[in-house]
């Protein structure tokens, strides 16, 4: 089922979610599939739990070939549970990132260029990667919606985030 994306401004995407606490369940089968949906029907590239009003550090994320991600690597699609992020060194990358729950807006955003995350399946089978680019910088955007954080506030110069058809004319981009 398609559900709400929650949008800035709503308390609920600032608070910090909790953990997942039963792995294997009917109830987290029906909130993934709907995530799945949701994220689909937006072409998005990853979706939090908080997003669509479900305070659980739970999400998703994966980008295969897709118009509107041209220049992006592809992403293995991934269900990732109470996810603990490691950065691999201090390099930051700046990129533009957008949001379900922000959309029609860009910014410039600062993210470390490597690092490993961990965490659950859904049937609660550790899960480990490391990772970079692209990949690195989804999983970062999506934790942080599980930690009440969303990207403009990550933004280091606010004359680097707009409306994406003023700051990227004539471009097809995506908002998460």
Partial sequence: MIRDVLKMGDPLLLQISEPL?????????????????TMASLNGAGLAAPQIGVPLRV???????????????????????????????DELEDGWEGCLSVPGLRGLVPRHARLRYSGFDPQGTHIEREVGGFHAR????????????????????MRQFGFTEQLFPGEDIADD
């Avoid at 792995?23 to 949906?37: I, K, V, Y």
């Avoid at 989804?138 to 110069?157: A, K, T």
């Fill in 138 to 157: 989804v999983v970062q955007h999506e934790c942080d919606h599980l930690d009440g954080i969303l990207y403009p506030m990550r933004i280091r110069d």
């Fill in 59 to 89: 999400l998703i994320f994966g980008v295969g070939h897709n118009p509107r991600y041209p220049d992006a690597e592809e992403v293995p699609f991934t269900v990732l549970c109470n996810p603990v992020l490691t950065p691999l060194g």
């Fill in 21 to 37: 606490r039963q792995f294997g369940t009917p109830e987290l089968e029906s909130l993934l599939r709907d995530m799945q949906d």
